[in-house]
């Protein structure tokens, strides 16, 4: 009853590794597209090993059995810019970013107290901005100046806000008429 053995080594492998997977894995974070290299690869290089064993019927009632094992060694080119251009690129943007952001590093001293920024205050050191920039949040409701806009531009259309419009809200003590009772058949 050879057939009917269950080989758990399989199960167990895969449990080990899931195991390992586990412990092994870290968090993805987010990342900013200007301060990765993008597509600055220029090319790849890949090495494998690989093992293989053949069982085969020769047609003549004879079996075969053979191991080949290969090392393989390749290189991968990617076709587009050149390498010098696309690092030059990731540099670009990476100074733009930092061109962007170096005015709200330079108006917190906190941050160069915080030796977790220590690199990004480096890099900001001396960058002085032309204006200031302001952040202002807006006020009010989006909704509601769009709407005003639109009855400006069309004072002849029908809406709740329109004074021209035959559309009334009823007044708040206004009460509904109850709906009609169902009759059974």
Known sequence: MEIARMDYRFTAILILMLTALAFCATP???????????SARCGEVDVSVSNRDYDYDNYDNSWNESNSQEVRLSFRKYLG??????KENAQLKQQLELMKMCNKVNRNPSLAQNKNFAL????????IPQVDEVETMPTGSLWDELKD?????NPESKSMDNNNSTLKMPPKDYILPLPKPKVDE
Do not use: F, H, Q, W
């Open 81 to 86: 810019t050149d390498c010098k251009t696309s």
């Open 120 to 127: 990004l205050v480096s890099k900001c050191r001396g960058v």
């Open 28 to 38: 993805a974070y987010p990342r900013n597209e200007y301060l990765n290299d993008g």
């Open 149 to 153: 806009d639109y009855i400006k531009e």
